[in-house]
C-alpha cells in the first residue's frame, strides 16, 4: 500500500505546525477512508418489446386508380405537411392529377390557374418540353446514376461548360446540390472556409432555406425557430425597412442604409466577416427590389474589406425577372458566389447549385468544400438541367418574360387602384404580388401573424380556380413564365373578384 506525508501549515494559537498523514490510493485497512466510489443502484428499465416485422401493402396498392375518398383518407392517415398544420394544409389543397402549361387539373377535373408557379419554381409551365422528357429518357437508359465523387458523366460536363458559358465575368465553378437550401449551406461552408472568417451577413427581410443554417440565415420569422441553436449569422438593416423609411427619394435611402450597412461591418470587424448573402431581389418576403446604387455599394464594400458577395439566385435565377440572373438588373454588378435551383429544371427534378468565380474555384481545386451529398450532381436531374437551360436560351426566356412584364405590372396596378384590401403591388419580369391591406391603409397584419381575411381570400381564389402562396400579408403573383397576355388577364379577373370580396369581408369585420 502505497502512503504519502505531507506537512501542511495550520493556524493556532502557538503558529505550531501540525503534520497530518493524509490517505493516497486504495485503502490498505479498516482505519484508512475507504475512498472507492460507491455507485447507486439504478436499474436499467424494462425492455417493453414491439413488433418490428414489416406490415403487409394494403390492398388499395393494387389498384390502378383510387378514388377521391380514398385519397383523402390516405393523406389524413399518412401526410404530414410542410410548413403549417398538416390538417389546414390538407383541407385547402386540391388534388391535382394533371398539369397542362399554366393550369393544373384536379380529381373531379376543376382547373386552376398556377398564379405563384408552385413555390415560384414551374417556371415552363406544368407540360414538360418534349426536348427535356427525351434527355432524361436518354440518361435514364444508359447510366441513371452514379456517385458524384466516385464517377463523372458527360452531361455533368456539358451543364458546367454551358453554365460557365452564360454566366458573366469570371464564374466559371460549379457544384451540384439537389435543393435551394442545400446549395446555400454549401456556399456558407465554402465561403468560410476560404476566408478562414465565420460571420454571415444576411438581410431581416430574406428568406434562404430550411436546413438550420440556412433558416439561420434568414431574416423573416421563420428564423426564430433557430435563434438559439446557432451563431455566427448576423442581420443587416434592409435597404427598405418595414415600419420606417431611409430617405424621401430611393437614391438617398439607398446611401443611408450603406452607411448603416458600413458602419455595422467596422462595429462587427471586417476580418471576422465570410460574406455578405443576400438575395438579388428579395423573393418570399414581398419582390423587393434593391435600388442599384444599394447593390453596388454592397459590391464596393465587399471589395474593400475582402468579404464575399454572395447573391441568391434560387428564385430569380433562369429568367424569372427578365435577365437570366436576378444580379444583372444591377448594373456592374458580379457577386463572388451565386447560388441556384427551381428555375435550372423548371422544377421538373430536383436540382441546385452553386457558382463561383474562377478565384475561389481555384482554391477549391487543392482543398475540399466541406460539403458532399449522395446525390450531387445526380445524372438524371443535370441532364434535365442541361435540357432545361438549352430551352430556356433558345426560347430567349428572359427576353418573352421582359415582354410580359407591362401587362402583369398593369394588371396589378388596376387591382390596387381599385381596391382597399390591395395596399401595394410590386413587379419586376413575372416576378410580383400584392401586399393585403387593412382598412387603415397599412398592411393587414405583421408577416407571423394569421388573420382570417388571409384565409378568406384564400379559400376565395381557390373557388373561382386560382392557387396562389399567400405568406403573411403578401400574395405572389409569379405565374410560370410561358404565360400569354389573356392568361394573364383572367388571372388578374379573378384577383378583381376576390380582393373585391375580401374589401366586403374586412368591412363587416370591422
Aim: net charge negative; charged share 20%.
Amino acid at each position: 500500500m502505497l502512503s504519502r506525508t505531507l506537512s501542511v501549515p495550520a493556524l493556532g494559537l502557538r503558529n505550531q505546525i501540525r503534520r497530518l498523514s493524509i490517505q493516497v490510493g486504495l485503502p490498505a485497512s479498516k482505519e484508512n477512508i475507504d475512498q472507492v466510489f460507491k455507485h447507486d443502484a439504478i436499474a436499467i428499465p424494462a425492455f417493453n418489446f414491439k413488433d418490428n416485422t414489416p406490415g403487409v401493402p394494403n390492398k388499395l396498392h393494387e389498384k390502378k386508380a383510387w378514388s377521391k375518398d380514398e385519397i383523402d383518407e390516405k393523406l389524413k392517415e399518412n401526410c404530414v405537411f410542410a410548413w403549417g398544420p398538416s390538417d389546414a394544409l390538407r383541407a385547402a389543397c386540391p388534388t391535382i392529377v394533371r398539369g397542362e402549361g399554366v393550369w393544373l387539373y384536379d380529381n373531379e377535373d376543376k382547373k386552376y390557374l398556377d398564379w405563384s408557379s408552385g413555390a415560384v419554381c414551374t417556371n415552363l409551365g406544368n407540360s414538360m418540353p418534349p426536348d427535356v422528357k427525351s434527355a432524361i429518357e436518354d440518361q435514364m437508359a444508359t447510366a441513371p446514376f452514379v456517385y458524384g465523387d466516385l464517377a463523372v458523366t458527360e452531361v455533368r460536363a456539358r451543364l458546367c461548360s454551358l453554365l460557365a458559358d452564360i454566366s458573366p465575368a469570371n464564374l466559371n465553378g460549379f457544384i451540384f446540390a439537389s435543393g435551394g437550401a442545400e446549395a446555400n449551406e454549401c456556399a456558407i461552408r465554402m465561403a468560410r472556409r476560404k476566408t478562414g472568417r465565420y460571420k454571415i451577413l444576411s438581410r431581416y427581410r430574406s428568406y434562404h432555406g430550411g436546413t438550420t443554417s440556412t433558416l439561420a440565415m434568414t431574416g423573416d420569422p421563420r428564423t426564430w425557430a433557430t435563434d438559439t441553436q446557432i451563431t455566427g449569422f448576423i442581420k443587416i438593416p434592409d435597404p427598405f425597412p418595414f415600419s420606417y423609411s431611409w430617405g424621401e427619394d430611393a437614391e438617398t435611402a439607398a446611401t443611408q442604409a450603406l452607411n448603416a450597412l458600413h458602419e455595422q461591418i467596422l462595429m462587427e470587424g471586417p476580418e471576422s466577416i465570410a460574406a455578405i448573402f443576400m438575395e438579388s431581389i428579395t423573393g418570399s418576403n414581398g419582390w423587393l427590389l434593391p435600388h442599384p446604387a444599394y447593390m453596388q455599394g454592397v459590391r464596393a464594400l465587399c471589395d474593400e474589406y475582402g468579404i464575399l458577395m454572395i447573391a441568391d439566385e434560387v428564385m430569380c435565377g433562369f429568367g424569372r425577372t427578365g435577365t437570366l440572373f436576378g444580379f444583372q438588373n444591377f448594373p456592374g454588378v458580379v457577386p463572388d458566389m451565386f447560388t441556384f435551383a427551381k428555375g435550372v429544371t423548371g422544377a421538373f427534378m430536383p436540382l441546385s447549385g452553386v457558382g463561383m468565380t474562377d478565384e475561389i474555384f481555384d482554391f477549391y481545386r487543392t482543398n475540399a468544400p466541406a460539403y458532399g451529398s449522395t446525390y450531387s450532381a445526380h445524372p438524371l436531374t443535370v441532364a434535365c438541367g442541361y435540357a432545361i437551360v438549352k430551352h430556356i436560351i433558345e426560347k430567349d426566356i428572359p427576353g418573352r418574360v421582359k415582354s410580359m412584364e407591362s401587362k402583369l405590372a398593369h394588371g396589378l396596378q388596376q387591382i390596387v387602384d381599385k381596391h382597399v384590401s390591395a395596399k401595394q403591388a410590386r413587379v419586376i419580369g413575372l416576378a410580383g404580388g400584392i401586399d393585403i391591406g387593412g382598412l387603415s391603409g397599412d398592411s393587414l397584419m405583421h408577416m407571423h401573424q394569421a388573420h382570417p381575411a388571409v384565409g378568406f381570400l384564400k379559400k376565395r381564389l381557390k373557388e373561382e380556380g386560382l392557387i396562389t402562396l399567400v405568406r403573411g400579408h403578401h400574395m405572389h403573383c409569379t405565374p410560370p413564365l410561358i404565360i400569354s397576355e389573356d392568361e394573364i388577364n383572367t388571372g388578374v379577373k379573378i384577383l378583381d373578384e376576390c380582393f373585391g370580396d375580401l374589401d366586403v369581408f374586412l368591412q363587416n369585420d370591422s
